[in-house]
């Protein structure tokens, strides 16, 4: 799935990154805590849903690899992060709906989490 069918099916609003939405993603995670990111991604072409907003989802997301985060329940990330993403290269979108929703949503869509990609993989 490419980032802008991410957005369009989220209704999402894209903060930085909008030269990048062609991105494929194969896999999504939705998390907040970040220690469980570090322990479940394991592939590049994810994309992390987090209400996390803070510097650290950025750090956290490059150490992994990660090219593209989807903010939800109305969540927007601070210029810093902002700043840090785009210096990193990343995507950042921002989507009003919760977490529970919005990956549900995704995975209607033929988007599977970490458990089902690593069967596949």
């Known amino acids: 799935m490419r980032i802008k069918e ?3 099916i989220l ?3 894209v903060i930085c990154g909008k030269d990048s939405l062609n991105t494929e993603v194969k896999m ?4 907040d805590l ?3 990111v570090l322990a479940f991604i394991k592939h590049d072409n994810t994309l992390l849903l987090t209400g ?3 510097s650290q989802a950025i750090y956290i997301a490059d150490a992994v690899n990660i090219k593209a985060i989807c903010f939800v329940r109305g969540k927007q990330p601070v210029e810093e992060t902002i700043a ?3 210096e990193r290269g990343m995507i950042l979108i921002a989507v009003d709906i919760p ?5 549900g949503r995704l995975y209607q869509r033929g988007l599977v989490g970490c458990s089902e990609y690593e069967h596949k993989g």
């Open 6 to 8: 991410v957005i369009e």
């Open 11 to 13: 209704k999402g609003k």
């Open 28 to 31: 999504a995670c939705g998390c």
């Open 34 to 36: 970040m220690s469980h």
């Open 52 to 54: 996390l907003t803070t």
């Open 84 to 86: 840090l993403a785009k």
């Open 99 to 103: 977490m529970y929703e919005a990956c």
